[in-house]
């Protein structure tokens, strides 16, 4: 079946770096994605990566798959406040419909 | 220029009522979905409409009903509405695999 996790919080201190992790059981997506939700507002595309990509850097964004353990992480270096908000990991199996994660919230501590 | 874009942003209205939420894409893109987020914020599809075909979840009840005017709108019609359909719904489309694109949510409260 279609299952996106990951951890639910996370807390990090202003100029450290922030790490979401998320698995997914399903490995017939072409891209998989991140997406930004800040308070109040819709979901904001950060960034997606092709399934035979192993890494992709975006300025302070860097995405990292291991498609052999089915795992996505989204790393953001020198985290500000501004960067507060639910981050949402998301597949596409078989090009059907999207399938998210549950979200992490992610705290940025002054 | 935006390219998703719902409305109301807010509706606040009785249980029992019927109401209509209006999506509206510019994108060109052929495929649009509804989304429902609950208070948890977990987001879970309710519809995709893609050249006149629909893909229901099965867990929404049929008191739920998209309608698509054209490839450009699909708007989403709530009959008898409960207490439990309380959430921010959102619109999205996309094209092919290609990154699914949201507006910015209506927030329905049912008193």
């Known amino acids: ?110 | 220029d935006t390219a998703v874009s719902q409305t109301p942003k807010y509706l606040v209205t009785q249980m029992g009522n019927d109401k209509s939420i209006k999506c509206e894409q510019n994108l060109g893109h052929d495929t649009m979905y509804w989304y429902k987020q609950d208070s948890k914020k977990f987001l879970k599809i309710m519809f995709s409409y893609n050249n006149k075909e629909l893909i229901i979840n099965e867990t929404v009840p049929n008191r739920f009903s998209p309608k698509s005017p054209d490839k450009a709108h699909l708007n989403l019609h709530i009959n008898s509405l409960e207490l439990g359909d309380s959430a921010v719904y959102f619109c999205a489309s996309s094209q092919g695999n290609q990154p699914q694109h949201f507006g910015d949510g209506t927030r329905l409260s049912i008193l």
Request: glycine share 8%; aromatic share 10%.
């Open chain 1, 1 to 110: 079946g279609e299952d996106v996790e990951q951890s639910l919080f996370l807390s990090v201190r202003e100029g450290d770096s922030s790490v979401i992790n998320c698995t997914y059981t399903d490995s017939s997506s072409t891209y998989l994605y991140w997406y930004k939700q800040e308070p109040g507002a819709g979901l904001q595309l950060l960034t997606y990566i092709f399934s035979n990509m192993d890494m992709k850097q975006d300025q302070r964004l860097t995405v990292l798959l291991n498609k052999k353990d089915k795992h996505l992480s989204l790393r953001i270096a020198d985290t500000q406040t501004g960067d507060s908000a639910i981050y949402f990991c998301a597949e596409m199996p078989n090009g059907q419909n999207f399938v998210f994660g549950p979200g992490t919230r992610l705290s940025v501590l002054p």
